[in-house]
């Protein structure tokens, strides 16, 4: 059955001429084309290729993003179902006869298009190896690029707003903006302890903090000592990549500049800002073609209020394919010379970050031995530490009883993991200590 199918792109960061009204009437075995990335005069480009199955789409209507955010369907290298990478080779041609080649891996290619001549006009051609077709856009001069005068934050309450002032030559008033971002977090608990199994050898550096022979046992069960260390792998790393971009324009202003655009807000629950944040902002000029493209999109997930949402037309990008110019084809690729800053932002100075309740209730529901439980006992240890515990701290009864022992509480080792989270225990390059 013939459907009039809009797919808009609150899925993708393509922000790249030509710009045309168009209407799609796709068949359940068609595919739509969806292409992603401009050409970064000066860098690298990065370009996906991709086919969205309206069968598929057809219905899936959860999490829609913010209309004024495009969200990357290759967020931590992962598709949603519905998209199907294609194989494909890449080339960027100038009209100088410059032609820089690249061969897609999983749907992504990556060009080294860093020697371009700023002053010639380029365009980006693809192949589907699969279904022997091409596609190309259309010819674009290079966008100058703007300079970036500062990255700020602000606390305002319970969020942290990350802002960017920027401005350019006046030459347009279009923008897009992109950002990735890393962070350093720690696992969700952490300890001191180590549980030694009876017979194993002690640490070299440590003190027996629960000395057993209290209780007459000895050490058959095993000891618990403090050995001033952290618990192996408390501290990681993790990072989006070129995860959203937005569409901005100074052209009702007097001047050419933006001030303190926020381009990123964070609550204080978030795990990137627990330790150290960094937001890598990338700023560059568009053309009027290439802001209204995404601007209409913006306005029609507002109109209908809906990600996937059957309407008459909406406009098309600039590609084109060859053999068949009225294929449908979603993306728009321009040209344009990129600047990027960063800001290192840590909890240390901000003191902004709150455990959430989430956390919390994690540990207390996944702690062993705590409330009325009075710990784990000596003569348990064994067991729990073959089930994958690990001793994590001591609780002090509520009794009036002087003589009252303090008794162990346990955790699983994945709480003293930072890794389970997501992220690696080495550093992102340029990482300050």
């Known amino acids: 059955m013939k459907k009039q199918l809009i797919i808009l792109a609150a899925l993708l960061p393509l922000l790249g001429g030509c710009v045309y009204d168009f209407e799609a ?5 068609q595919y739509t084309v969806v292409v992603e990335g401009d050409i970064i005069v000066g860098g690298i480009t990065t370009v996906s290729f991709t086919r969205l199955n309206p069968e598929l789409l057809e219905g899936k209507k959860e999490d829609p993003a913010p209309v004024h955010e495009y969200y990357s369907p290759w967020v931590n290298g992962i598709l949603p179902p519905w998209m199907i990478p294609v194989n494909f080779s890449a080339r960027v041609e100038g009209e100088d006869g410059t032609v820089v080649e690249g061969q897609g891996i999983g749907g992504m ?3 080294d298009t860093r020697s371009l001549n700023p002053g010639v006009k380029y365009r980006l051609c693809l192949h589907d190896e699969v279904n022997d077709l091409n596609y190309a856009s259309s010819w674009e001069s290079v966008q100058s690029p703007p300079v970036i005068d500062s990255l700020s934050y602000k606390i305002n309450g319970n969020r942290m707003d990350v802002c960017v002032t920027f401005h350019s030559d006046g030459s347009t008033p279009y923008y897009c903006l992109s950002y990735d971002e890393q962070w350093e977090y720690r696992a969700y608990a952490s300890t001191y302890w180590r549980y030694i199994p009876w017979g194993a050898e002690p640490p ?4 027996q903090i629960f ?4 209780y007459g046992l000895g050490d058959r069960y095993g000891c618990i000592f403090d050995v001033f260390e952290e618990y192996p792998n408390q501290t990681c790393w993790n990072s989006t990549m070129a995860g959203i971009s937005t569409v901005v324009t100074t052209g009702a202003m007097v001047s050419n500049k933006m001030v303190d655009y926020v381009f990123r807000s964070l609550n204080e629950n978030d795990r990137r800002v627990s330790v150290a944040y960094r937001p890598i902002v990338t700023v560059r000029m568009i053309s009027q073609e290439s802001f209204e493209y995404w601007k209409s999109l913006e306005e029609t997930s507002t109109q209908t209020g809906d990600l996937f949402s059957p309407i008459p037309s909406t406009r098309r990008g600039n590609i084109l394919g060859q053999e068949n110019p009225q294929a449908p084809v979603i993306g728009y690729v321009g040209v344009s010379a990129a600047v990027t800053g960063d800001l290192f932002i840590k909890n240390k100075d901000t003191q902004f970050y709150r455990t959430s309740q989430y956390i919390l209730n994690l540990l207390r529901t996944r702690a ?8 784990v006992g000596v003569q348990q240890m064994i067991s729990e530490y073959q089930n994958g515990n690990r001793p994590w701290k001591l609780e002090f009864p509520e009794s009036d009883n002087p003589n009252a022992q303090p008794y162990y509480i346990w955790i699983p080792e994945d709480c003293l993991d930072c890794r389970t989270q997501g992220g690696f225990t080495y550093k992102p390059e340029g990482w300050p200590e």
Do not use: N, Y
Not at 25 to 29: P, R
Not at 211 to 214: A, D, V
């Open 25 to 29: 009437e796709l068949t359940g075995d």
């Open 211 to 214: 000395p057993e022979e209290e």
């Open 109 to 111: 290619c990556s060009l």
């Open 204 to 207: 070299a550096r440590g003190i």
């Open 368 to 375: 062993i031995g705590s409330g009325d439980a009075h710990g």
